[in-house]
């Protein structure tokens, strides 16, 4: 599965916290992550994350993009609270993750709740709905 990971500032400690206490799981995926998030879970846990721009120069973006293209399975969004100049930026992609069926946690108890999701297969269907997934490529062969 494809995991997009984003965290405001504010809430990059908790997001680290989270993917060392399910770095065993998370290694199983593809993690991509905003620059700055990436470098800071990869720092922390050493999982191996595609790491794209900083959510202000476009990461953001990135990752909405890869949402409406299928490309995303899950994303972990723990965004700041207190309102903000980039809030439209998490709504769209709250928005896309609801319009291409991704599931979304945007705090620590719906996060954990989707890892364990994933470590169970609950989440598979996400296989057969994304045509890049090993599940399809081979249907094509």
């Not at 999701?117 to 057969?128: F, H, T």
Request: aromatic share 4%.
């Amino acid at each position: 599965m494809e995991i997009a990971i984003m965290a405001h500032d504010k809430r990059k400690e908790l997001m680290a916290q989270l993917c060392i206490a399910y770095c065993g799981i998370l290694s199983k995926h593809k993690l991509c992550a905003t620059s700055v998030t990436g470098k800071y879970i990869s720092d922390a846990t050493g999982l191996q994350i595609e790491r794209l721009l900083s959510g202000c120069q476009g990461g953001e973006h990135q990752i909405a993009s890869r949402i409406a293209y299928n490309e995303i399975d899950v994303v972990l969004y723990f965004r700041d609270t207190a309102p903000c100049s980039n809030c439209d930026d998490a709504l769209d992609i709250i928005r896309l993750c609801d319009l291409h069926n991704v599931p979304i946690a945007t705090n620590i108890a719906t996060a954990e709740v989707l890892i364990c999701a994933l470590e169970r297969g609950d989440l598979d269907w996400r296989e057969i709905v994304n045509p890049r997934s090993d599940y399809n490529q081979k249907k094509k062969r």
